[in-house]
């Protein structure tokens, strides 16, 4: 079943209009007819049924019809990363999302090679993967910042891990056992690594946590996915059994 992620309200007998990208998605490439079937969510509302009422040049309208998933919390789980080339942050952007972060928040560091970045299209990438893995949310988009203003205002009680590739942190696993459950934050730096500065920044931080993934030097976007999908199997959903089909 096609499954799109809108901003609607999501209640029983109410018909909805699609917008136009949606629209073309599901009349020219998906090429769907009137009184099928199709999933939407809000982040919200869970998951609904909806039966198409109508498939023209003039738009899709969907009559909801039954909601089939409750609205479930998920982890409230940031990641924080360096901006890298086009293709490579965008998949960071896609698998975190698949992953179950809450938030994606690109930081700038000394050794950011990309002066820009393209928050559009990685909220669009973080949809369209929401909406392919079944979760109930999308993540937000925060607006990119450099490194020291990120964490000049940083709330203290959401535990911030930051990949070291010095060597100076525990590793990961041993970290998370002294890491309580809840609001979660994970750091990852550029291509590059933090300089000796931000490390020191890092380091005088009283809700920043170090911590390595291992032996290898990881490029960045290995490093953001293994790292959030050890934090999801330690203290995150993957401890929750799969939802029946």
Same mark, same amino acid.
């Given at each position: 079943?096609?499954?799109?992620?809108?901003?609607?309200?999501?209640?029983?007998?109410?018909?909805?209009?699609?917008?136009?990208?949606?629209?073309?998605?599901?009349?020219?490439?998906?090429?769907?007819?009137?009184?099928?079937?199709?999933?939407?969510?809000?982040?919200?509302?869970?998951?609904?049924?909806?039966?198409?009422?109508?498939?023209?040049?003039?738009?899709?309208?969907?009559?909801?019809?039954?909601? !089939?998933? $409750?609205? *479930?919390? %998920? #982890?409230?789980?940031?990641?924080? &990363?360096?901006?890298?080339?086009?293709?490579?942050?965008? =998949?960071?952007?896609?698998?975190?999302?698949?992953?179950?972060?809450?938030?994606?928040?690109?930081?700038?560091?000394?050794?950011?090679?990309?002066?820009?970045?393209?928050?559009?299209?990685?909220?669009?990438?973080?949809?369209?993967?929401?909406?392919?893995?079944?979760?109930? !949310?999308? $993540?937000? *988009?925060? %607006? #990119?910042?450099?490194?020291?203003? &990120?964490?000049?205002?940083?709330?203290?009680?959401?535990? =911030?891990?930051?990949?070291?590739?010095?060597?100076?942190?525990?590793?990961?696993?041993?970290?998370?056992?002294?890491?309580?459950?809840?609001?979660?934050?994970?750091?990852?730096?550029?291509?590059?690594?933090?300089?000796?500065?931000?490390?020191?920044?890092?380091?005088?931080?009283?809700?920043?946590?170090?911590?390595?993934?291992?032996?290898?030097?990881?490029?960045?976007?290995?490093?953001?996915?293994?790292?959030?999908?050890?934090?999801?199997?330690?203290?995150?959903?993957?401890?929750?059994?799969?939802?029946?089909?």
């Amino acid at each position: 079943m096609i499954r799109l992620y809108v901003t609607n309200d999501l209640f029983a007998d109410t018909t909805i209009g699609l917008g136009k990208e949606q629209s073309h998605y599901l009349a020219n490439v998906m090429r769907v007819k009137a009184g099928e079937a199709i999933a939407l969510f809000n982040g919200r509302d869970g998951q609904w049924r909806g039966d198409l009422e109508t498939v023209g040049k003039n738009g899709v309208s969907v009559r909801l019809v039954a909601q !089939t998933r $409750p609205q *479930m919390p %998920e #982890p409230d789980l940031w990641l924080l &990363a360096a901006p890298i080339k086009k293709d490579r942050i965008d =998949l960071v952007a896609e698998k975190a999302s698949e992953l179950g972060i809450s938030m994606l928040w690109p930081v700038f560091t000394r050794r950011t090679v990309m002066s820009r970045v393209n928050t559009d299209r990685l909220a669009a990438n973080m949809t369209e993967a929401a909406e392919q893995c079944e979760r109930l !949310t999308v $993540p937000s *988009m925060h %607006e #990119p910042a450099a490194l020291d203003k &990120a964490l000049a205002g940083w709330d203290a009680a959401r535990p =911030l891990l930051f990949l070291d590739e010095s060597g100076g942190g525990a590793p990961i696993a041993q970290a998370l056992a002294t890491v309580p459950p809840g609001k979660l934050a994970l750091l990852v730096g550029p291509e590059g690594g933090f300089d000796e500065n931000e490390r020191a920044l890092l380091a005088r931080q009283p809700f920043t946590v170090p911590v390595s993934l291992g032996p290898r030097i990881l490029r960045a976007e290995t490093a953001a996915i293994a790292g959030l999908a050890i934090v999801q199997a330690l203290l995150g959903d993957w401890n929750h059994r799969p939802r029946a089909s």
